[in-house]
């Protein structure tokens, strides 16, 4: 069975990842500059001109052999990995034993695992290989023989002793290995890491590389970014590929980099690191020794160090997505296991729940029926809207965010589709926040003494509930584009309009006729009107007067005091679900954008 779904046909297995003349560059604002003339003297000019982050570079990683890509900082290392990997668009040619690689067939054949991974931290390590496994092998591949995979890339990267930790309570080295790992499922033929070893101490530095240098053994094409290498840590590479301000200053054996340096009069010391010297020349930026490396390298022919293109590799890809509703089902479950294992998203949430409803509740105690303390009635509906707005706003921008990197890394690696991921997101959230609106609203209303009519409890809960979605998918939109500190301010900013203009602070005709069309669009106002509805109208009685006077004893008078206009239940309702309809529709375009942004 061909699990991988890869076949190989040649010579033999030896092959060759090479490019030529890759270019890339991008329009910045040039260094301001001042004029001489008196008039002109504290003058700047700021005009747009183009950069290269890439000049006309190439070379070729073979099989067998690790390759380290060095340079200072920004040199355009990870820029070139990109490209490599067909995840940023440049000029130049890419290929793969002789053929053209490019588009979705580069991103395909081409693994590129990124400085930061995010994985799914709630999630153990047997865990995510196996959920890695069904997205990435084919669909026709027995679910036993995915599994067996996955159990093969723990063992294969010395991560059985931690199979089944919690990925969020990894070390680096083993956080680092476990990113390997999934992108080994797929058995990339070149796999591209962006300074694998950022962060970790030796020992840690020592381990990652040693299982590249064995997976490059294995016969694949092994290239990584690395930063400020000790020369114990170098030695560990066979080839090494120099990067300075986008030039090419050398590409070749390890052993051969300081021999290449002295031929043209860069003498290393005896006792000099060779990487920090190889980093020394690359920042001898305008040095004739330095220059006559870039030029040299630029004029040697790629093709010539590509001796074994003639005997072509076919790779031949089987793998196929899995069906959506499958896709679905592990999303959904994954989601669900995140999830639960989650304090922030159940046991926190649920414990504020209960905690603000008995707060609130003992509060506003017994005050339902009393006409002396109708105002205050009224101030409580506030409370539990705001409540709800904020709790659900807050825990969908901070949790999201989180997630949606390990999203965008597996979307962007074709795992699966991207409505699958939304609704499975959607089905996750919903049970959550109907637990959550049903434990605040059963306790606030009981211990407030509100009219104990079944329908009218359920005309309440629903509100809440329409509310506390719109709200929820507003924070998830926040969370798609924004860091937290910028959503902390813009949630803060979008209350302002919704409460002001919800008549809870101002009545309706107190605002000015400008202003009024924003009354339409605050969705606080039709669930404060439906509260309104729900606890003073559906021919309620007249509240009880504990004193010799209420002067709201009367409900139609209280209701002409507050001006709103006339109460219609039906479509506060139909507002709120038009509301939360396009909120949700919302958040999937703004999964969209996010995702195309990546790309």
């Known amino acids: 069975m061909d699990v991988y779904g890869l076949s190989l046909t040649g010579e033999d297995n030896e092959f060759v990842f090479s490019f030529e003349n890759i270019s890339f560059r991008t329009r910045v604002a040039s260094e301001s500059k001042k004029f001489e003339s008196c008039e002109q003297q504290n003058a700047l000019v700021a005009e747009p001109y183009t950069k290269f982050i890439l000049n006309n570079v190439s070379g070729a990683f073979r099989s067998g052999r690790l390759t380290a890509i060095i340079g200072p900082s920004g ?25 053209p690689l490019d588009g979705s067939r580069l991103r395909s054949e081409v693994s590129h695992t990124e400085q930061e991974v995010a994985l799914w931290m709630n999630l153990t390590v047997t865990e995510t290989l196996r959920y890695a496994a069904e997205f990435q092998l084919p669909c026709t591949s027995f679910k036993s023989a995915k599994r067996i995979i996955a159990l093969d890339q723990i063992r294969a990267l010395g991560l059985e002793k931690c199979h089944t930790t919690l990925v969020r309570d990894l070390s680096g080295g083993e956080y680092k290995r476990l990113a390997m ?20 101490d030796t020992i840690a530095t020592i381990q990652v590389i040693s299982h590249m240098k064995t997976l490059a053994r294995d ?13 114990g840590i170098l030695k560990m590479f066979d080839d090494a590929y120099l990067v300075a301000r986008g030039n090419c200053l050398y590409r070749g054996s390890i052993s051969e980099l300081i021999p290449r340096f002295a031929m043209v009069g860069l003498e290393c010391p005896l006792s000099h690191n060779p990487a920090d010297f190889a980093l020394e020349v690359a920042s001898m930026e305008d040095d004739e ?56 998203q159940i046991k926190v949430k649920t414990a504020i729940s209960i905690f603000v409803g008995l707060l609130v509740g003992t509060a506003y105690y017994n005050i339902g029926n009393n006409a002396a303390r109708i105002l205050s009635n009224t101030t409580f509906f506030q409370i539990v809207l705001h409540t709800i707005m904020f709790t659900s706003i807050g825990s969908a921008a901070v949790v999201f965010p989180l997630e949606s990197a390990a999203f965008i890394r597996e979307y962007r690696n074709n795992a699966y589709a991207l409505f699958p991921y939304y609704l499975s997101k959607i089905i996750v959230e919903v049970p959550i926040l109907i637990l959550n609106t049903t434990l605040i609203t059963a306790l606030v209303y009981v211990l407030t003494s509100q009219p104990m009519e079944l329908h009218r409890f359920a005309y309440f809960w629903l509100l809440s509930l329409l509310f506390g979605w719109i709200s929820q998918m507003w924070g998830l939109m926040l969370g798609c584009f924004f860091k937290l500190q910028m959503i902390a301010f813009l949630a803060g900013v979008g209350f302002v309009p919704v409460m002001l203009f919800s008549g809870c602070f101002i009545t309706l005709d107190q605002i000015p006729k ?16 439906g509260f309104l509805h729900v606890l003073y109208g559906l021919n309620r009685k007249d509240m009880e007067c504990p004193e010799i006077f209420c002067y709201y004893s009367k409900l139609s008078k209280y209701l002409k005091f507050l001006q709103m206009p006339v109460l219609d239940l039906e479509l506060d309702l139909l507002a709120l679900s038009l509301f939360a309809s396009t909120m949700t529709v919302g958040f999937y375009f703004c999964l969209k954008r996010r995702t195309a942004q990546q790309n």
């Open 181 to 200: 790992a999934i992108d080994l499922l797929s058995n990339p033929k070149v796999m591209l890491l962006d300074e694998p070893t950022s962060g970790l």
């Open 289 to 344: 020794r330095v220059l006559k490396l870039i030029q040299d390298y630029q004029n040697m022919n790629v093709v010539g160090m590509n001796e074994c293109n003639q005997k072509h590799l076919v790779l031949q890809s089987n793998r196929s997505r899995i069906s959506l509703w499958k896709q679905l089902l592990l999303l959904t479950n994954r989601s669900i296991t995140c999830t639960a294992r989650d304090p922030t």
């Open 75 to 99: 040199s355009g290392k990870s820029s070139l990995l990109k490209i490599l990997s067909g995840f940023r668009k440049a000029e130049g040619i890419i290929k793969l034993n002789g053929q």
């Open 219 to 231: 016969g694949r094409i092994m290239v990584c970014v690395i930063h400020q290498p000790s020369s």
């Open 514 to 529: 400008i202003l009024k069309p924003l009354t339409y669009v605050s969705f606080e106002r039709y669930a404060y009107e």
